[in-house]
């Protein structure tokens, strides 16, 4: 069983998989992997090859922001917005 001693909360896989930024969040895992691991942008083969594809990677960066802020902060008692203000974004 997943603990944290933070107190954030896990997000359900099932909860991602039904999400329909799901498939554009994987094909973001696979450019970024493929990025990484060649450096001539000739191999690396994802879907994101045209400047309209940045709705999508945005709206997948939203998503994710929102589960961090609820999971990662709000279920421990956190707020995001006040974190990221700190030097560091040190909390203690």
């Known amino acids: 069983m997943w603990k944290t001693r933070f107190g954030s909360t896990r997000v359900p896989s099932s909860q991602l998989r039904l999400d329909a930024r799901y498939a554009d969040l994987c094909q973001m895992y696979q450019a970024a992997n493929q990025a ?3 450096i001539d942008s000739q191999r690396v083969n994802h879907s994101f090859q045209v400047a309209s594809d940045d ?3 945005v709206a997948v960066i939203d998503w994710l922001e929102e589960l961090i802020r609820q999971h990662v902060y709000a279920d421990a008692g956190r707020d995001l917005v006040r974190a990221m203000s700190l030097p560091n974004n040190i909390m203690t």
């Open 36 to 38: 990484v691991a060649h």
């Open 55 to 57: 709705r999508r990677m």
